[in-house]
């Protein structure tokens, strides 16, 4: 069982920049490919970035490719999302998620485990 717990989310104006975190509790955070979802209000769930188990491989939503990085740190049990020339659009809240066992995917239906979510409002 793996637990996610996300911090960093807050009110930034348009063209300032976050970090979110995401710490896992459990021995198996090496062997779970993390990914990072966003609600706004009245919408579904959509997909943000994902990464692999090692790190290897990021992908990006069209709407933050070249905005956005996700990374890891399986020493420290982390997942970051860096987000950069943030736009009014961006706001939601945004969930980290975790795959047992498979690569990444876009589809939150793949995942496993999900963090409670953390709310990023950004003022234009």
Do not use: H
């Amino acid at each position: 069982q793996v637990q996610l717990v996300e911090s960093g989310g807050g009110l930034v104006q348009a063209g300032g920049s976050l970090r979110l975190s995401c710490v896992a509790s459990g021995r198996t955070f090496s062997s779970v490919a993390l990914g990072w979802f966003r609600q706004a209000p009245g919408k579904e769930r959509d997909f943000v970035a994902a990464i692999t188990m090692r790190g290897s491989n990021t992908y990006y939503a069209d709407s933050v490719k070249g905005r956005f990085t996700i990374s890891r740190d399986n020493a420290k049990n982390t997942v970051y999302l860096q987000m950069t020339s943030l736009k009014p659009e961006d706001t939601a809240v945004y969930f980290c998620a975790g795959r047992r066992f498979y690569g990444s995917s876009s589809m939150s239906r793949d995942y496993d485990y999900w963090g409670q979510g953390t709310q990023v409002t950004v003022s234009s």
